[in-house]
Nanobody, 117 residues
Framework: QVELVESGGGSVQAGGSLRLSCVASAIQINFKTMAWYRQAPGKQRELVAQITRDFNTTYTDSVKGRFTISRDNAKSAVYLQMNRLKPDDTGVYYC???????????WGRGTQVSVSS
């Protein structure tokens, strides 16, 4: 059974940093796009960053220059380094594995990030 497990969330003050990790089991991530989403209270889930099988990365505008997504295929892991955090970054962060050919994505259970001003 495919499982994605996130870790690294927590509470920080504005300007601080956190590093989120996501480890996949029962599936190889090598040829799949991996992504981080977040959902703030009362808002829809939004794409934060994604990294393709070729290590191409994209970010939502609000995190460009502050967040960095990376992957380690040998460890079946994807990471999100978050610097200069802002209160608007608060939310539950979800890891997602996006298979090819229109197969629905897999999701982790999420990790809470809280940024205070």
């Amino acid at each position: 059974q495919v499982e994605l497990v996130e870790s690294g969330g927590g509470s920080v003050q504005a300007g601080g940093s956190l590093r989120l990790s996501c480890v996949a089991s029962a599936i190889q991530i090598n040829f799949k796009t991996m992504a981080w989403y977040r959902q703030a209270p009362g808002k829809q889930r939004e794409l934060v960053a994604q990294i393709t099988r070729d290590f191409n990365t994209t970010y939502t505008d609000s995190v460009k220059g502050r967040f960095t997504i990376s992957r380690d295929n040998a460890k079946s892991a994807v990471y999100l380094q978050m610097n200069r955090l802002k209160p608007d970054d608060t939310g539950v962060y979800y890891c997602s594995l996006i298979p090819p050919y229109g197969i629905p994505p897999y999701w982790g259970r999420g990790t809470q990030v809280s940024v205070s001003s």
